[in-house]
């Protein structure tokens, strides 16, 4: 299968959405590596900057806020690929019943945002306060 530029505006007509636009702004997956790192999950803090480099070189442009796309959208569609991930890992004998079934419901809360986000105007903050750590 070949790549196809056109991708995001003919093959998703419901949630379409324009390439993302370079802002100059700071990486948003280093500025999460950073939150991971802080609070002790060096995994996915590494998978981050590594998904980092990956996003510059395909879209030549980090993924930064404002950048033209709706991030709201952006995690639905991919909490969506992560369900039927896990449900292909459960499948074939992984152990992942116990991340399955909190990951199907923050999926749909995000399928639900979608409708809410797309109607609620968006408006640069002048502050975004910290999002207090995970418990």
Not at 65 to 89: F, I, K, S, T
Not at 93 to 110: D, K, M, S, T
Not at 112 to 129: E, F, L, M, V
């Amino acid at each position: 299968m070949g790549e196809r530029a056109d991708f995001d505006r003919t093959d998703r007509p419901a949630t379409a959405q324009p390439p993302p636009i370079p802002t100059g702004g700071a990486s948003v997956h280093v500025a999460a590596a950073d939150d991971a790192t802080r609070y002790g999950y060096v995994s996915i803090a590494g998978m981050l900057r590594d998904r980092a480099e990956f996003g510059l070189r395909k879209y030549g442009t980090p993924l930064t806020v404002w950048n033209g796309r709706d991030p709201v959208c952006d995690a639905a569609e991919e909490a969506a690929d992560l369900v039927a991930y896990l449900r292909q890992a459960m499948d074939e004998g992984r152990p992942v019943g116990h991340l399955y079934w909190p990951v199907l419901a923050i999926a749909e809360h995000l399928a639900r945002a979608q409708g809410q986000a797309a109607s609620t105007p968006r408006k640069r903050p002048d502050a975004i306060a910290d999002t207090p750590a995970p418990g």
